[in-house]
């Protein structure tokens, strides 16, 4: 990528960026096809649009580009220089990994015993470690039900309505929001029911039918587990009893975490 000195306010041919956007890649383009249907709206412009598109017709887009690819770092005062580099778009193959990698090194950093050892479809949990790491499905239903604090009667995390604690399709304007800005479970947990799916360390299989301490799930599987519901999906999903699954190394943008560790 070559350098470039990139302004605060960003003009796209055709219309303004709106205030919450923001243009994060600037590449090569060529004005002259678009140069019609900018003309056709100059009248809905402001002025220092309309003096841009003045520039940019006289010069064939030169001077434009001449004033935002300047021959050094010397850039007006509205403007950040950018080195020029290069660098490989979108998500490494690596990805799934950054939760664990972010566990150990917070871990690490704090003077705990990491939990997870291996890399790719060969990692193991040591869920007896000092350190971080995702909550088993268990752990995760048994937080979300508010613990020995819990009122087993309600169907999300701290509530029979769902309004009160989540953030779901009915109520969420399709985004995701602040963590905490909802009614917090009988342990002032916020958002277990909502918001964002979160991930389990158990891969997606079936009960025991036997009472058991501390289940740590499936031995081996296809899909981790996902608790919660989402700002996606219905209220029915954001029950504390209710399951999802994926796979590993899926990604979405109403997929998020919590981690625990020992007390």
């Known amino acids: 990528?070559?350098?470039?000195?990139?302004?605060?306010?960003?003009?796209?041919?055709?219309?303004l960026c709106s205030a919450q956007q923001k243009v994060v890649a600037v590449s090569t383009f060529t004005p002259g096809h678009e140069?019609?249907?900018?003309?056709?709206?100059?009248?809905?412009?402001p002025e220092f649009v309309d003096r841009f598109i003045e520039t940019l017709t006289r010069t064939g887009g030169g001077g434009l580009l001449a004033s935002i690819l300047p021959a050094g770092p010397a850039v007006p005062a509205d403007f950040v220089y950018i080195q020029g580099g290069s660098f490989t778009?979108?998500?490494?193959?690596?990805?799934?990994?950054r939760v664990i990698e972010y566990?150990?090194?917070?871990?690490?950093?704090?003077?705990?015993?990491?939990?997870?050892?291996?890399?790719?479809?060969?990692?193991?949990c040591d869920l007896n470690a000092s350190g971080y790491r995702l909550p088993t499905e268990a752990e995760w239903e048994y937080a979300a039900k508010g613990g020995?604090?819990?009122?087993?009667?309600?169907?999300?995390?701290g509530s029979n309505n769902a309004d009160s604690v989540g953030w779901y399709w009915d109520n969420s304007g399709e985004r995701t929001h602040p963590v905490g800005t909802k009614q917090a479970n009988s342990l002032g947990l916020y958002d277990m029911s909502g918001n964002v799916w979160e991930w389990c360390w158990d891969w997606y299989?079936?009960?025991?039918?036997?009472?058991?301490?501390?289940?740590?799930?499936a031995a081996s599987g296809s899909y981790r587990v996902l608790r919660g519901g989402s700002w996606f999906y219905r209220a029915q999903y954001l029950r504390s009893a209710n399951r999802n699954g994926m796979t590993p190394s899926n990604r979405d943008f109403d997929i998020g975490f919590r981690l625990v560790r020992h007390a």
């Open 1 to 15: 990528m070559k350098n470039l000195a990139f302004c605060v306010i960003f003009v796209l041919l055709g219309g």
């Open 35 to 45: 140069m019609e249907r900018i003309n056709q709206s100059r009248s809905k412009m």
């Open 89 to 97: 778009m979108g998500s490494p193959a690596s990805e799934p990994e």
């Open 103 to 124: 566990c150990n090194k917070r871990s690490l950093r704090e003077g705990l015993i990491p939990a997870y050892r291996g890399s790719g479809n060969s990692v193991s």
């Open 148 to 157: 020995d604090k819990g009122y087993l009667t309600f169907s999300y995390a």
């Open 205 to 217: 299989g079936s009960y025991s039918s036997a009472p058991q301490s501390d289940p740590a799930g």
